[in-house]
């Protein structure tokens, strides 16, 4: 299992405390990929990942609003991989009227206008399918606004 996106200054201890069940299994099934600071940079780490292990397809765990993005960045990147996505809904998405709270609401529309600028950047720039892995930076294009 690989974790992308996971912040330089995380340890494992700190892993291992969030849940408990990590330790269990880390040292054996599970790599964490410090280096990517966005979605398309996520997707980069994943390819080389993925890669290097010999994977031809991938469970794609994220959040629900999040994964239509994620999708389409891991598509860009990994054409030839079978993507299998599993969606997380989170609390404050289950109810009914999210509308209603202003910081999901926020949440949502910037998620929205990360994935059409990511949608016109794929549609734009479609990748090079030739392109060596590691020819480009891990971190991908800027986004507009926070580490997603």
Not at 46 to 55: D, I, N
Not at 112 to 126: G, N
């Amino acid at each position: 299992m690989l974790i992308s996106g996971v912040h330089p200054e995380t340890t494992e201890r700190e892993l291992a405390r969030a849940q408990p069940d990590y330790a269990a299994f880390a040292r054996c099934c599970v790599d964490l990929g410090r280096r990517a600071l966005n979605t398309a940079g996520n997707a980069v780490e994943t390819r080389r990942w993925a890669v290097g292990h010999g994977f031809r397809s991938l469970i794609v765990v994220t959040s629900g609003y999040h994964m239509p993005r994620t999708m389409m960045e891991l598509a860009r990147e990994m054409p030839n991989v079978e993507l299998i996505p599993y969606a997380v809904v989170t609390d404050r998405l289950k109810g009914e009227h999210w509308w209603r709270d202003l910081d999901t609401a926020r949440l949502l529309a910037g998620e929205y206008v990360k994935y059409v600028a990511a949608l016109v950047r794929v549609r734009l720039a479609p990748r090079l399918a030739k392109a060596p892995v590691g020819a480009e930076t891990v971190q991908g294009p800027a986004e507009p606004a926070a580490r997603s």
